[in-house]
């Protein structure tokens, strides 16, 4: 089994986690869950997150084939459109993109301006499409349970999961969003961790769980089977029901889940200017 370079690059202010993937016989690469810098207080955008991406991206005068996203990401605005308008590409995302597109479509009362099939992205995935990075082939997971659109990509000997798993002392994705179900996240989990034990897991975030110093995003199906503090072997659905329902009662929403499900859902575009041609985004009132 090929075996992709792997290059992380984390973004600390929202703990994620974007990989440049690339195939070990050729130029030819992908990027994942990239980051727009964003300042709530402000309003303001930045792009230093995918510069830094871009700045690797043709030092090492790779070919950017993919640009993909494991979902629409509820903690950081996606940076796809600026990337792909300087690297080129083609962007990705899972097909039930159009069911959050009208779950949140309708949260944000974005009118009949905003397409809710999915048109916004080059390509749709589902369970068991495939994909190409020059000579290697990616693979797509349906991993449901956080969000509907949930990806898992497997890429040779690597699989990205978004967040459906932590780290294994930090457990796995909350399912309190939208659309969110943790039944289905157990089952999903359980696809990703059917996986060779040698295989890969990539994170996109890390929050250093308690008594660890520093930010992780590597990991092994194997360590996942044997230490997730929520899905080890010899855990049941029920118990995990149980723990992700009781756990996700006490968690805050994301500091910037406002902002970034609407621009993510348009694959990381901003809303359509108002007639001043000032952008603006919404924050509904006791929406969430």
Same mark, same amino acid.
């Given at each position: 089994?090929? !075996? /992709?370079?792997? #290059?992380?690059?984390?973004?600390?202010? !929202?703990?994620?986690?974007? %990989?440049?993937?690339?195939? /070990?016989?050729?130029?030819?690469?992908?990027?994942?869950?990239?980051?727009?810098?964003?300042? *709530?207080?402000?309003?303001?955008?930045?792009?230093?997150?995918?510069?830094?991406?871009?700045?690797?991206?043709?030092?090492?005068?790779?070919?950017?084939?993919? +640009?993909?996203?494991?979902?629409?990401?509820?903690?950081?605005?996606?940076?796809?459109? *600026?990337?792909?308008?300087?690297?080129?590409?083609?962007?990705?995302?899972?097909?039930?993109?159009?069911?959050?597109?009208?779950?949140?479509?309708?949260?944000?009362?974005?009118?009949?301006?905003?397409?809710?099939?999915?048109?916004?992205?080059?390509?749709?995935?589902?369970?068991?499409? !495939?994909?190409?990075?020059?000579?290697?082939?990616?693979?797509?997971?349906?991993?449901?349970?956080? #969000?509907?659109?949930?990806?898992? *990509?497997?890429?040779?000997?690597?699989?990205?999961?978004?967040?459906?798993?932590?780290? /294994?002392?930090?457990?796995?994705?909350?399912?309190?969003?939208?659309?969110?179900?943790?039944?289905?996240? %157990?089952?999903? +989990?359980?696809?990703?961790?059917?996986? /060779?034990?040698? !295989?890969?897991?990539?994170?996109?975030? =890390? *929050?250093?769980?308690?008594?660890? =110093?520093?930010?992780?995003?590597?990991? #092994?199906?194997?360590?996942?089977?044997?230490?997730?503090?929520?899905?080890? =072997?010899?855990?049941?659905?029920?118990?995990?029901?149980?723990?992700?329902?009781?756990?996700?009662?006490?968690?805050?929403?994301?500091?910037?889940?406002?902002?970034?499900?609407?621009?993510?859902?348009?694959?990381?575009?901003?809303?359509?200017?108002?007639?001043?041609?000032?952008?603006?985004?919404?924050?509904?009132?006791?929406?969430?």
């Amino acid at each position: 089994m090929t !075996t /992709p370079l792997v #290059t992380p690059f984390f973004d600390e202010p !929202t703990n994620t986690f974007s %990989y440049v993937v690339q195939d /070990p016989n050729s130029q030819a690469c992908a990027i994942l869950d990239s980051v727009l810098d964003f300042d *709530y207080a402000a309003g303001r955008t930045d792009v230093r997150s995918a510069d830094e991406i871009i700045a690797f991206v043709r030092e090492h005068h790779l070919n950017v084939e993919w +640009i993909l996203e494991t979902h629409v990401h509820a903690d950081h605005l996606s940076a796809a459109p *600026y990337l792909h308008e300087q690297l080129g590409g083609k962007t990705g995302i899972g097909a039930n993109i159009t069911v959050v597109q009208d779950v949140f479509g309708k949260a944000f009362n974005a009118g009949t301006e905003f397409a809710r099939d999915g048109s916004q992205f080059d390509a749709l995935f589902e369970e068991g499409d !495939t994909f190409h990075i020059g000579g290697l082939e990616g693979r797509v997971l349906h991993t449901p349970g956080h #969000t509907p659109a949930c990806l898992t *990509y497997v890429i040779g000997d690597a699989a990205f999961v978004g967040d459906t798993l932590f780290m /294994p002392d930090f457990g796995t994705a909350r399912c309190d969003f939208p659309g969110g179900d943790a039944r289905a996240l %157990y089952r999903s +989990i359980q696809k990703v961790l059917a996986l /060779p034990g040698h !295989t890969r897991l990539f994170m996109c975030h =890390d *929050y250093k769980a308690p008594g660890r =110093d520093a930010y992780q995003h590597e990991t #092994t199906v194997a360590e996942q089977r044997a230490q997730n503090v929520h899905v080890r =072997d010899g855990i049941s659905e029920e118990a995990f029901v149980k723990m992700r329902a009781e756990r996700d009662a006490t968690l805050g929403m994301p500091r910037l889940i406002i902002p970034s499900v609407q621009v993510n859902m348009r694959a990381g575009e901003m809303p359509p200017a108002d007639d001043n041609g000032q952008v603006y985004l919404k924050v509904p009132i006791n929406a969430f």
